[in-house]
């Protein structure tokens, strides 16, 4: 009965769905000319295309912490779709930037990577072993005493070398991987505070010790700029850190959550709630730019890891989104002749676009039904949305769909192998590149090239003593060090030293 079964839900989809009307399809795309009118002025473009062999004054650095092709290409679909169109023909802000090379993300010791190890790559410029930051790929997981003296450096560091302001922002932890390795070292991602050390052999310090040394509290901090004459300000909440003026600020320490960040999709925007990354990267860069020697700033997505993580496609979808709207932020206080941006991901996840869905299926929906040829043998229905492996996962029969909301926001979207926690993925990731430098990512390189590229474009570290090249810039503030964070930060761990 199965195959006359689908059979007839086959008639039935070819009498009910009309081609000719899909939705908001823009009736020009059938004349032919418009393609080759299109493809005309890409090549136009391209190869109008010159290359910026300035010195860049700044580096900003955008981290998708999991933001994979098929994230990329299903967050585009979803930008589109919120705007009122199919939503395939949508470009992603830093999609337009006019280099772009790949990523090979393995660790020393995995073929998958986790973001510990991907981050020392990126920002440290050596590959490193799973679980393992800030340190060199000689020291395994969770090796206290063999990490002695295999310490890595970071860009940041580098840039602060030679005068640079830094900043971070994140949404997720301050001591969290990704960002850890700008500042910390250590043989285990998850010792993050004091408390998580219990049992260790040796004298390594945490990851938030490293990060405020001996400052105990945030009154600390405090006192410490004030002893050097530092205007700062700490702020908690949207409407302190909107108060906030860049140009009296030097120091800038913003901490809204106890852990992570909230979800785009739930973050209260109200003055008691937390601001946009978006809005933390417009901050940060005011704050930032008064020096005159230039600064160095590593914004981070984080959330879009945690959600994919828990399957909750939806989430991850309006967290890359949320991501492009910083990306165009700092286009536009910035100019493409003094500052590199780079975007790009530390990992991938077991996330796929699936099936053969009509243009402008709602790509939080399911599949569009297809000839039977290419439907489900148990004729039911399939997100177009789907994970390799993850928390949503039927032992006995697959979940019959019919009738769900697959596109609120906690949906979690079905896997194919039962696992608490869905894991990232080995594929290559993205590099986005524009500014001065940027065409250095032409091709396939290994993560850790990453890092060498934006030095050498800023001279800052090994590359320091290369820098005849001209520096072509907008008009500078006056000189102020700045540092700037933004992120949550666990409290209980950073208040128990």
């Known amino acids: 009965m199965l195959t006359i079964s689908c059979l007839l839900w086959y008639c039935i989809t070819l009498l009910n769905h009309n081609t000719d009307a899909l939705p908001n399809i823009p009736s020009e795309e059938k004349d032919p000319e418009f393609w080759k009118i299109k493809a005309k002025v890409e090549l136009k473009r391209v190869l109008g295309k010159k290359d910026i062999n300035n010195l860049a004054k700044n580096v900003i650095m955008f981290l998708g912490d999991g933001m994979g092709i098929s994230t990329i ?6 930008k589109g779709q919120l705007n009122g169109q199919p939503g395939e023909e949508t470009i992603l802000t830093f999609e337009e930037f006019p280099n772009q090379g790949l990523a090979k993300t393995y660790n020393v010791d995995r073929q998958t990577p986790d973001s510990a190890a991907t981050a020392t790559a990126y920002l440290c410029g050596v590959k490193a072993n799973f679980w393992t930051l800030g340190v060199d790929p000689n020291v395994p997981e969770g090796d206290c005493i063999a990490q002695k ?15 640079k302001s830094v900043g971070i922002v994140t949404t997720a932890r301050i001591t969290h991987a990704s960002p850890a390795a700008l500042y910390a070292h250590s043989a285990a991602r998850d010792w993050e505070g004091d408390a998580d050390m219990e049992g260790v052999d040796g004298d390594c310090k945490d990851i938030a010790y490293q990060l405020i040394y001996d400052n105990a509290d945030i ?62 990267t417009q901050k940060a860069i005011q704050i930032l730019q008064k020096n005159e020697k230039g600064f160095f700033l590593f914004v981070e997505g984080g959330t879009i890891d945690h959600a994919h993580h828990q399957s909750l496609a939806k989430k991850a979808l309006e967290e890359v989104v949320a991501m492009d709207a910083a990306v165009q932020m700092a286009m536009k206080m910035t100019n493409e002749m003094d500052t590199l941006i780079v975007v790009t991901a530390d990992h991938s996840h077991v996330f796929s676009i699936a099936g053969y869905p009509y243009r402008g299926n709602n790509i939080l929906g399911v599949v569009d039904p297809v000839p039977m040829e290419w439907g489900p043998v148990d004729d039911l229905p399939y997100t177009t949305l789907i994970y390799g492996n993850g928390p949503n996962y039927n032992y006995n029969n697959r979940t019959d769909l019919t009738g769900v909301d697959t596109t609120h926001k906690d949906f979690v979207f079905p896997s194919a192998v039962p696992i608490e926690y869905e894991t990232h993925g080995a594929e290559d990731v993205p590099i986005y590149a524009r500014g001065p430098m ?47 964070v933004f992120a949550s930060i666990l409290f209980s761990r950073f208040l128990t030293f």
């Open 73 to 78: 290409t299903a967050a585009r679909i979803y």
């Open 149 to 163: 003296g295999r310490e890595v450096t970071s860009i940041l560091d580098w840039s602060k070398a030679e005068g």
């Open 219 to 280: 009154e600390a901090w405090s006192e410490d700029k004030d002893a050097r004459n530092r205007p700062h300000s700490y702020v908690w909440n949207k409407q302190q850190f909107d108060n906030v003026n860049p140009r009296n600020t030097d120091y800038l320490l913003g901490l809204f959550e106890p852990s992570h960040m909230q979800y785009e999709l739930e973050r209260d925007k109200s003055g008691n709630g937390e601001p946009s990354i978006a809005e933390m």
């Open 438 to 484: 940027a065409h250095l990512f032409q091709r396939t390189h290994e993560q850790n090239y990453i890092p060498h590229v934006m030095a050498y474009a800023s001279c800052v570290g090994e590359y320091a003593t290369d820098c005849d090249r001209p520096i072509r810039s907008v008009a500078s503030d006056f000189l102020s060090m700045a540092r700037v």
